[in-house]
């Protein structure tokens, strides 16, 4: 086709279809603008609401938390209560191990026949034993003072009654820690 218009229609109708061309790219780049937009905002919403919910959880555990303090401050009273306890017993005397050394220091022919405490401090126990001779009633004291846990023993009196059996009354100092 043969185009008869004059020059200035021509200018003028190619500068009308590049106009149109921009205005569809222009439109075209707002309505991407407002998409965007309204994505951000959307997110913003939704970030918000997030934020929200996280700090209401974080109210809750804080809360939660707190409540434990309670618990936690009867567990370290208990816990105090519990190491006092476990000093005072690792600090006692085992009388077990005691009774158990007197028998393996204890000669032949001496047999124990009390024992008891005598709120001394420094000789805190008092034994009574019969033996068969003078001898065994003296070597009494001696076995004892071999002992590892036995600090000082002395002999409180040596007496025989008219059967023949001597009675001997010991009194025992332990080893300080040594009765543990």
Known sequence: MINLLPPTVKAETSYAKRNRTVVRYVW???LVILIVGAEFAGAEVYISHQKQSYEKDIAAKQSQINGYK?????AQAANSRLKAFKTLV???????SLLADLAAHTPRGV???????TG???QAVKIAATANSYSSAVSFRDALVTSSRIKDAS??????PADGVYKVNVTVAFKPGASR
């Open 28 to 30: 075209l780049l707002s």
């Open 111 to 117: 047999f124990i026949n009390s024992i008891s405490l």
């Open 90 to 96: 690792g600090d006692q005397a085992r009388f077990s």
């Open 155 to 160: 002999i409180d009196d040596i007496s025989n």
């Open 120 to 122: 001394d401090s420094k």
């Open 70 to 74: 309670d618990l936690e401050s009867q």
